[in-house]
């Protein structure tokens, strides 16, 4: 067992570090052409009016000064006005943006705004008249050059409009009322993978060259994202903006190209305009902290050894709670447990230090704790699932064996049979009662209830049929009765002869094998019985592809988890095919106020320290919902009766209070 665990841990480990494996790029050089600046931190945001104070832009630009000797904002609103003054101090060049949008009030102000500080700043050596204006189509391209002829008339410094790269080709006129070509390259939004990013930039810039051969070329962003969706082979990860930035820098510096990467710092109020990964473009975060080395390999998680040693803790707790009763596992069944509980632990390590890599806010912070908590709900289903396959396959013997019995018995008590139907298609109810009625079994009655269906076209020929099929068959119509299913059920328990020792409940859409009574009943000679079971199956399953998916994850249940559940004496009661000793329902009853009145059922009768049996043949095949909705109709039927049962029995459930429930039995039935 130790060499198995430490095999599995080694091997997991060893992914961590296969997708951890440092990857070589070249050294970020001393100095970069430029950076585009936007100064806001975590809780700032223009839309909001809040903006950074002098100091928090003094405080960046004595870090980016170390850096380049270039910077580019991209409006004049608020204190950003300010940058050209602060800028001078350390002897930084600004490229000074001018906002265009379709608030027309809004270009004024930072048209005015802009040529004074182009005219009266010695720190700004361009202007940039408009941000992407024309490719949010917030701006006409005649409107655009006006608001260029009238900035270039009005200062002495080169002036010009930036747009990603498509927008020049598809307006060249642009190129007569500018003094340069500023355009954007930015591989991650065309969906190019990182790997061939760079000679994607090179090649673009090059057909702008060559276009605009008269004007010098700016490539005014450049820049890939460190966290957000992939776009096609664009993935935005921490390592791939490490290598395509260092690897790009260079290679501009190398051929003389004037460029700003987008940005110096992570501003995640962006995400709010461009998605998620607007938040993340940044080569320092919000807490102007570098993102990734800027020498040295790349390491795609460089915590990658301590999340290791994490997930590591983690799946070794889980094992232990799996192995808690794991005497009787084969070797392989153990193997199976360890490996899913690391993939396990391994998988919700990375969930969270993905979360943790993400800018949060009151409500995303929310969302995080509800999606963590359904994320270790799925984990521990996964794991309990694993649990129960394990326990099903590798096996030395099972504890509790269960074998029906064939042939003839001596000990054959009366049993009724009741098939509680409501609106149900009579052919399908007729198909049921006739099966029924070639039971193989001495003596037996059949009590039929139709609760609730208002139109007798429905139950009247139900009626009939009964009548025809003899004195065995008894049929109730009963309008109102409540308590749905289990008012039904109880409803009949007084109409039972009086010398039925044994009561069983089919749906009414099962027809039964007539030796069902005969193999199953006997078991009832243990007089610790309470309930004797076989599997729910289904005769529908080839009509459809999705009855052939649905059919197989039944199958699953009861051909898995409730044969685990058997050895521990924990099956789940799950109505039809189920028979009840009558002494024990007369005194318990059907639960009218759950709607899964058959668990609830089973789970008083193992509170009452009572036992229950399981057999693995089919003795009964009914209908399978025909449709997706009807199955989810179903299912969430299924889930809100289980959540029912477990917040009336929680006491009995969680702490074992008032009841007879073993360990196995309380896990069975909460897990």
């Keep these: 067992n130790l060499v198995v665990v430490l095999a599995i841990a080694a091997l997991f480990t060893g992914f961590w570090a296969l997708i951890n494996r440092p990857v070589s790029a070249p050294a970020w050089p001393e100095q970069i052409s430029g950076f585009s600046y936007s100064p806001f931190r975590l809780g700032e945001s223009p839309q909001k009016g809040q903006y950074p104070s002098d100091d928090e832009m003094r405080q960046d630009l004595e870090q980016l000064n170390k850096l380049t000797d270039n910077i580019r904002i991209y409006t004049v609103e608020g204190t950003q006005a300010e940058i050209p003054r602060l800028a001078e101090e350390f002897g930084l060049r600004v490229t000074l943006g001018i906002w265009i949008s379709k608030d027309l009030e809004r270009n004024e102000r930072e048209i005015e705004k802009g040529i004074e500080l182009a005219n009266h700043s010695r720190s700004v050596v361009r202007v940039v008249v408009g941000n992407e204006a024309l490719f949010r189509e917030e701006v006409t391209p005649e409107a655009l050059i006006q608001y260029l002829d009238r900035v270039r008339a ?13 927008i020049w080709k598809e307006h060249p006129e642009l190129a007569r009322h500018v003094d340069l070509i500023a355009a954007h390259i930015l591989p991650y939004w065309e969906f190019v993978p990182m790997k061939d990013s760079v000679q994607f930039v090179l090649d673009r810039a090059r057909e702008l060259r060559h276009q605009f051969s008269h004007k010098p070329l700016l490539l005014s962003e450049v820049g890939w994202p460190s966290n957000g969706r992939m776009r096609g082979g664009a993935d935005a990860t921490q390592a791939d903006q490490a290598i395509y930035l260092r690897t790009l820098v260079n290679t501009l510096n190398r051929r003389g190209y004037n460029y700003f990467v987008i940005e110096a710092y992570d501003q995640p109020w962006k995400a709010n305009d461009e998605g998620s990964v607007g938040a993340y473009w940044g080569v320092y975060n919000a807490e102007r902290q570098q993102k990734f080395n800027f020498e040295g390999p790349v390491v795609a998680i460089p915590q990658w050894r301590a999340l290791a040693v994490a997930s590591v803790v983690l799946a070794m707790i889980a094992l232990a709670v799996l192995l808690i009763d794991g005497s009787a596992l084969r070797q392989r069944g153990r193997t199976f447990l360890t490996f899913i509980t690391f993939l396990c632990g391994s998988v919700l390590v990375w969930i969270a230090y993905d979360y943790s890599q993400q800018y949060s806010t009151w409500f995303s912070l929310t969302v995080g704790v509800l999606l963590a908590l359904g994320a270790l709900g799925v984990f521990i289903v996964l794991m309990t699932e694993a649990h129960e396959l394990a326990e099903a396959v590798w ?16 000990y054959r008590p009366k049993v009724s049979v009741h098939v ?58 009963v309008a109102p009765l409540a308590g749905f299913k289990g ?56 009509e459809s592809a999705f009855k052939k998916l649905c059919y197989s994850e039944y199958k699953g249940f009861f051909h898995i988890g409730m044969v685990t559940r058997n050895d521990r004496d924990a099956i789940i009661q799950h109505g039809t095919m189920t028979m009840t000793r009558r002494s024990v329902l007369e005194a318990l009853g059907w639960a009218e106020w759950c709607i899964c009145e058959d668990a609830e059922l089973g789970l008083r009768v193992f509170e009452k320290g009572l036992s229950a049996a399981y057999s693995h043949n089919s003795y009964g095949k ?50």
């Design 487 to 542: 008012g039904a059920l109880n409803y009949l328990i007084p109409h039972t002869a009086k010398d039925a020792e044994v009561i069983a409940v089919i749906d009414s859409d099962y027809c039964v094998d007539r030796n069902w009574l005969k193999h199953m009943v006997p078991h009832f000679a243990d007089p610790k019985i309470a309930v004797v079971q076989s599997p729910q199956d289904y005769r529908d399953q080839h």
């Design 622 to 671: 009914g209908l399978m919902p025909d449709t997706f909705i009807d199955f989810k109709k179903q299912r969430f039927r299924w889930a809100y009766g289980a959540i029912q049962i477990i917040k009336h029995h929680a006491s009995a459930l969680l702490r074992g209070k008032g009841s007879e429930l073993t360990r196995g039995q309380r896990y069975h039935f909460l897990a």
């Design 154 to 166: 009005a200062v002495k410094v080169p002036v010009t409009t930036s747009e990603q790269w498509h």
């Design 420 to 477: 509680p139907c409501y609106n149900e298609p009579p052919e399908m109810v007729k198909q049921t009662l006739d099966a029924l009625a070639a039971l193989d079994y001495p003596d037996y009655e059949v009590l039929v209830i139709d609760n609730n269906t208002k139109d007798p076209a429905v139950w009247e020929p139900l009626k009939a049929h009964c009548e025809k099929l003899g004195e065995r068959f008894k049929f109730f119509h």
């Design 395 to 410: 096996i030395h013997k099972r504890r509790r064996e269960f074998l029906p019995v064939q042939g003839d018995s001596a």
